[in-house]
């Protein structure tokens, strides 16, 4: 639904707020519909005072999710009209992925609703809902693979949706079955995000592993794979001294051809993201999802035994229905007989339309909790005991930004085991160097997740 609310006829000077909810995923839907906003003569303002418009991007990823999502669209609905101010709001993403139909009814406050696989229209919702007209709506397409640059990382997804079904999650739901992006537009895309001074690309989607199994071979005919698709961005980075990192990889993901490319492949950074979400085989097969613990033993054994210096990352869930408390100490054990350097903790949460919400034996919230804070003070303790031992390496650290407190300033950067925006950083209080810039850094302390360096060399790329 668009109701007009201005008559303006130029989109130059019109000023856009981007509030985004959610995951690294959704960032990158943002700055997509950013670039592309940009292209057609909007400008983007981080006041709402100066907003000519709201584009809130939805996370529903969670109930909670949700619920936040929704509560900020309120808000800034509501701080407008206090200000007695028209400010139209679009919301986009997940929200209206998933509950589509029913929301404008339910939140008449909202302009208009652009749902995860229309964000690429979003120049047309928005100038409908201001009243500008387009001087070439063909514009959109020629901007396909548009970005806006900003730091020295940046997430480009591959694929979006999944074909997995896991019983806690409603991802299938909302983002549909899984697609990959083609190579022509991911390389394209990490060659300009390069260009623009990053230095860092992060490979994202929903399960990264199976990226090319609907996409066939190539003209070469080479199958396509991660792997290829890894190699590929590889020598793109390459001529920047640029890393290469790829998140959320299934346990079934780990491939030979995968893992010999993360370990020969300079650019391709040692660090393997699998989130198990639980060890027991019982509880995996009820989340729909297959392994066991000796299984996850074998692949880690493999792995480290293949890649030596590598870093782990993983993902527990706490209190899935039927989850019995000699279930949960596996879960703990497991995790703490792995020593995960990096451990990402969920509390379950049944989610409308997954299987896990019908489940009989839900897990008491209590229990839940109570679960997941001895989990999280587990990983705390591992992640915390992981990021010291880095101290007394001498390594690369991408320049991320400078940050000011208590009259304090600082160069803050990321080695190669921190995954921007997740890990904790590299805090360097001496010393000149612009974001983007690769500095060669001596690792002299360490606090919870962070690390102290100090700069050994400059190597501007
Ligand atoms: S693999 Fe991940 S995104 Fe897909 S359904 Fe399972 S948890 Fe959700």
């Known amino acids: 639904m668009v109701s007009p609310s201005s008559t303006s006829t130029i989109a130059r000077g019109k000023n856009v707020l ?28 981080t006041d709402s005072e100066t907003a000519d418009v709201a584009i809130v991007n939805t996370c529903s990823f969670l109930a909670s999710a949700t619920e936040e999502s929704i509560e900020t669209t309120l808000q800034i609905a509501e701080e407008a009209s206090a200000g007695v101010r028209e400010l139209p709001i679009v919301m986009c993403g997940c929200v209206p992925s998933r509950y589509g139909s029913q929301l404008p009814e339910q939140l008449p406050e909202v302009a208009a609703f652009v749902r995860a696989d229309e964000e690429d229209g979003i120049v047309g919702v928005v100038s409908e809902v201001l009243g500008v007209s387009l001087a070439s709506p063909s514009v959109i397409a020629a ?3 548009l970005r806006t640059i900003e730091g020295a990382s940046a997430y480009v997804k591959i694929s979006d949706g999944c074909d997995r079904f896991c019983a806690f999650c409603a991802i299938p739901y909302i983002r549909g079955r899984y697609h990959s992006r083609s190579a022509d537009e991911i390389l394209s895309e990490v060659a300009s995000l390069m260009k623009g001074g990053v230095r860092e690309i992060i490979l994202i989607g929903q399960d990264t592993g199976i990226w090319g199994n609907d996409l066939g071979k190539t003209a070469d ?11 590929q961005v590889a020598q793109v980075v390459h001529p920047y001294g640029g890393w290469v990192r790829v998140l959320y990889l299934q346990p079934e993901g780990m491939t030979d051809n995968l893992i010999a490319t993360i370990r020969d492949i300079p650019e391709c950074l040692p660090y393997i993201d699998i989130p198990i979400q639980h060890c027991n085989e019982r509880v995996l097969a009820s989340m729909g999802r297959s392994g066991s613990a000796d299984e996850l033993r074998v692949l880690f054994d493999r792995l480290r035994s293949e890649i030596p210096n590598m870093v782990l ?16 100490d ?12 990096y451990t990402s903790v969920f509390t379950y949460s049944p989610e409308e339309g997954t299987k896990g ?17 001895r989990l999280i003070d587990l990983v705390e303790e591992l992640g915390f005991a992981a990021t010291a031992r880095h101290v007394g390496e001498r ?28 890990d904790g950083a590299v805090h360097i209080a001496e ?17 919870c997740y962070e690390i102290i360096g100090e700069i050994v060399d400059e190597k501007n790329v």
Request: with cysteine.
């Open 330 to 341: 596996e879960l703990y054990d497991f995790i703490q007989e792995q020593e995960f350097d």
């Open 357 to 373: 919400a019908h489940m009989p034996n839900q897990v008491p919230n209590e229990v839940k909790m109570e679960r997941t804070q």
């Open 143 to 145: 901007h396909g693979m």
């Open 431 to 447: 010393g000149e160097a612009r974001v983007g810039d690769i500095v060669l850094c001596d690792l002299v302390d360490s606090f």
């Open 313 to 328: 990352r993983t993902t527990g869930m706490c209190g899935f229905p039927g989850e019995t408390e000699e279930e949960s």
């Open 18 to 45: 981007f509030v985004t909810w959610g995951c690294a995923k959704n960032e990158v839907d943002t700055d997509r519909m950013r670039a592309l906003l940009l292209a057609h003569g909007y400008s983007e303002t």
């Open 221 to 231: 005919g080479e199958t396509l794979t991660l792997a290829w698709l890894m190699r």
């Open 395 to 422: 390594c690369e650290v991408i320049i991320d930004g400078v940050e000011e407190s208590d009259g304090i300033t600082e160069l803050i950067g990321h080695a190669w085991f921190q995954a921007p925006d997740s």
